[in-house]
């Protein structure tokens, strides 16, 4: 049975042992140890599930379309030498491309699917994911665009990225792009939150203990290698805040406007 934790509405699966004898004990939404984060890293979705994000928005009252809130800013340069900003900014790419695939016009989704091409080709993976992509190129270039079609594909996405990026890329990339990920999602949930005016009914889904601390401590084991020091520190200080916010159950206004604040600040200089 799939242990499922929610990283951000990010999904955290592993195979366990089917027990007969004992139920596996109910997830809460939003908790997660560092140590499960650990032990499945190598198996985690980096992707948000468009679905599941849908799912879990309108459990909170919030019925709007993502893709709106998208910043339509200039694509990064994926091709560059420093590879640990190219798998950041991959999992940034990857959540936006999810969140506008309702909303976002053909040549918008064209021009990001063929920037996580060129993403994917610098971090060294294996061909499943080209042909993938390649596939979803076809499905957004066709003479009608079926999105319903390409919600489905793009949910299906995930499970052909990690093994991948595991074999042909290694494990290092893995938290980079899940880092990407998790913070442009944080990022635009928060700014829904705010044009919405939906602060209370959005508190739960800020709810995250322990992730920003796997991100701090493979920082802290990797960091001094990938990043410079001010990068680094910069990071550390940014999760350290959003980490205060994560424990809680319940945000004020003004807390959520600061993880918007700290969440735009951080994704300005990675």
């Known amino acids: 049975m799939p242990l499922i934790h929610m990283l951000f ?16 004990p109910k997830k809460e939404f939003g908790k997660v140890d560092v140590a499960d ?23 909170a009252g919030i019925n709007v379309k993502l893709g709106e809130h998208v910043s339509q800013r200039a694509l990064p340069d994926l091709g560059m030498e420093d590879k640990s900003r190219v798998a950041v ?14 909303t976002a016009n053909p040549e918008r989704l064209v021009e990001v699917l063929k920037a996580l091409k060129v993403g994917f080709t610098t971090l060294q993976t294996g061909n499943d994911i080209q042909i993938t992509l390649d ?7 066709g003479e009608s665009l079926d999105r319903e079609s390409l919600l489905g594909e793009l949910d299906l996405l995930s499970s052909v990225i990690v093994p991948e990026l595991k074999s042909e890329a290694g494990t290092w990339a893995v938290p980079l792009i899940q880092a990407g990920a998790w913070l442009e999602g944080v990022n635009i949930i928060s ?34 290698e990938k990043f410079t020091a001010s990068v680094v520190d ?13 424990k809680k159950k319940k945000l004020s206004q003004e807390e959520i406007d600061q993880v918007q604040k700290i969440t735009a600040e951080l994704m300005s200089f990675i």
């Open 9 to 24: 509405l990010l999904g955290c699966s592993t195979e366990q042992p089917t027990s007969t004898s004992q139920p596996e």
């Open 37 to 59: 984060l650990e032990q499945v890293a190598d198996e985690i979705e980096v992707i948000p599930s468009p679905l599941k994000m849908k799912k879990e928005l309108s459990k």
């Open 89 to 102: 900014n991959t999992g940034v790419l990857l959540t936006q491309l999810v969140l506008t695939v309702e």
């Open 135 to 141: 596939d979803l190129l076809s499905t957004v270039q």
């Open 191 to 224: 700014k829904v939150v705010q044009n919405e005016k939906k602060y209370k009914e959005g508190e739960l889904l800020f709810h995250h203990p322990g992730i920003a601390p796997y991100f701090i401590r493979y920082l802290n084991q990797a960091g001094k």
């Open 234 to 246: 910069q990071t550390i200080e940014a999760l350290s805040k959003l980490d205060e916010f994560g």
